[in-house]
């Protein structure tokens, strides 16, 4: 009986440091202080960003490749503006796509005009055509930003979207402090989420989430937040990963939500890596984001549509097809897809 009696607290006990392990380590991992004096901070690196000094000698030793163009697929916009009841990924370019998850149609971070750019006459121009123009896309129910950079945020798209929509206009969710941009726009329907928190439209839950990146829209560094996207019910899980560099973040998303279904994951404007490293992964660390997620299946984004680094704009492709063979993926784990490709998941 004596023995019985110190097993239970041997048990008891153990089970309540490994309980009071776990709460600490999540409060470590889901509650960390991210904004203090007015500024956004990262979870894993300090918030030191590039002086002047330093995108200056970017500039003047940067050895940019020519521009490219890539072929457009031929997608059936008439089947995706009826569409409500497959899964559908379209990728448009960039960091943009227009999902139809569970009779949702969702956007990511529209951009569908000619300059990630302030202004209309100057700045990075499209290198490759929108794979939808706006005059294509379904009726949109949820466009989801993941950042205000100019190459993520466009004005021009959201404007256009909102007057098209103007008695239905889409619920747009933004990183906290993005709010009042977005109403600046046109936009009527805007919700603020910050990491971590979720918001619901019909069955499906859509959660912020860390990931490694900065802000920035006329001077106002790191003054809004930066994030993820997962979008989750009983059958489907999915993330959009928006711009970041590799970070122990992803580890932290899969402990939450556990595996992927399905990953949008960057794999461009990496290099020069002195200056890209911390907040854009490249190759190798979007597979390693696509293996701390693990996921099922991967799509790249974040290539070939504006020439915004020093990288030659097809190798990220190129890489991933050499990388994934070495990593002995299956053959449609993680790919690239054509601009304006439409998949059935």
Request: proline share 5%.
């Given at each position: 009986?004596?023995?019985?009696?110190?097993?239970?607290?041997?048990?008891?006990i153990s089970?309540?440091?490994?309980?009071?392990?776990?709460?600490?380590?999540s409060?470590?991992?889901?509650?960390?202080?991210?904004?203090?004096?007015?500024i956004?901070?990262?979870?894993?690196?300090?918030?030191?960003?590039?002086?002047?000094?330093?995108?200056?000698?970017?500039?003047?030793?940067?050895?940019?490749?020519?521009?490219?163009?890539?072929?457009?697929?031929?997608?059936?916009?008439?089947?995706?503006?009826?569409?409500?009841?497959?899964?559908?990924?379209t990728?448009?370019g960039?960091?943009?796509?227009?999902m139809?998850?569970?009779?949702?149609?969702?956007?990511?971070?529209?951009?569908?005009?000619?300059?990630?750019?302030?202004?209309?006459?100057?700045?990075?121009?499209?290198?490759t055509?929108?794979?939808?123009?706006?005059?294509?896309?379904?009726?949109?129910?949820?466009?989801?930003?993941?950042?205000?950079?100019?190459?993520?945020?466009?004005?021009?798209?959201i404007?256009?979207?909102?007057?098209?929509?103007?008695?239905?206009?889409?619920?747009i969710?933004?990183?906290?402090k993005?709010?009042?941009?977005?109403?600046?726009?046109?936009?009527?329907?805007?919700?603020?989420?910050?990491?971590?928190?979720?918001?619901?439209?019909n069955?499906?839950?859509?959660?912020?989430?860390p990931?490694?990146?900065?802000?920035?829209?006329?001077?106002?560094?790191?003054?809004?937040?930066w994030?993820?996207?997962?979008?989750?019910?009983?059958?489907?899980?999915?993330?959009?990963?928006g711009?970041?560099?590799?970070?122990?973040?992803?580890?932290?998303?899969?402990q939450k939500?556990?595996?992927?279904?399905?990953s949008?994951?960057?794999?461009?404007?990496?290099?020069?890596?002195?200056?890209?490293?911390?907040?854009h992964?490249?190759?190798?660390?979007?597979?390693?984001?696509?293996?701390?997620?693990?996921?099922k299946?991967?799509?790249?984004?974040?290539?070939?549509?504006?020439?915004?680094?020093?990288?030659?704009?097809?190798?990220?492709?190129?890489?991933?097809?050499?990388?994934?063979?070495?990593?002995?993926?299956?053959?449609?784990?993680f790919?690239?897809?054509?601009?304006?490709?439409?998949?059935?998941?």
């Open positions: 009986m004596r023995r019985r009696n110190f097993l239970k607290k041997i048990i008891v089970v309540g440091i490994i309980s009071i392990t776990n709460k600490l380590f409060k470590e991992i889901f509650s960390k202080e991210i904004f203090k004096n007015g956004f901070y990262n979870n894993y690196i300090d918030h030191k960003m590039a002086t002047f000094k330093e995108f200056w000698k970017w500039r003047k030793e940067s050895n940019k490749p020519e521009p490219m163009s890539f072929p457009l697929a031929k997608n059936n916009p008439k089947f995706l503006q009826e569409n409500r009841t497959k899964k559908t990924l990728w448009i960039h960091a943009s796509f227009l139809q998850l569970e009779g949702v149609n969702i956007l990511t971070d529209p951009h569908l005009t000619k300059r990630a750019s302030p202004v209309v006459f100057a700045g990075p121009s499209r290198t055509a929108p794979g939808l123009d706006i005059e294509d896309l379904p009726e949109i129910d949820v466009i989801v930003i993941s950042h205000n950079h100019y190459d993520h945020l466009d004005y021009q798209t404007l256009k979207i909102t007057r098209k929509q103007i008695n239905s206009q889409p619920l969710l933004v990183p906290l993005l709010k009042k941009l977005l109403e600046s726009f046109g936009a009527r329907n805007v919700k603020e989420l910050g990491w971590w928190d979720t918001t619901t439209f069955n499906l839950n859509i959660h912020a989430v990931v490694q990146h900065w802000s920035n829209r006329s001077f106002n560094t790191n003054k809004t937040l994030c993820g996207w997962v979008f989750e019910n009983a059958n489907f899980k999915s993330i959009f990963v711009d970041t560099g590799y970070s122990k973040d992803f580890s932290a998303i899969q939500f556990g595996h992927m279904d399905l949008l994951i960057p794999i461009g404007a990496y290099a020069p890596r002195w200056f890209m490293k911390d907040h992964c490249n190759v190798e660390e979007a597979i390693q984001i696509h293996k701390d997620l693990k996921s299946k991967s799509i790249a984004m974040h290539w070939g549509t504006f020439q915004l680094t020093d990288e030659p704009m097809d190798e990220p492709v190129k890489l991933l097809k050499k990388f994934t063979i070495e990593n002995n993926f299956l053959p449609d784990e790919i690239a897809m054509k601009h304006g490709e439409s998949k059935i998941l």
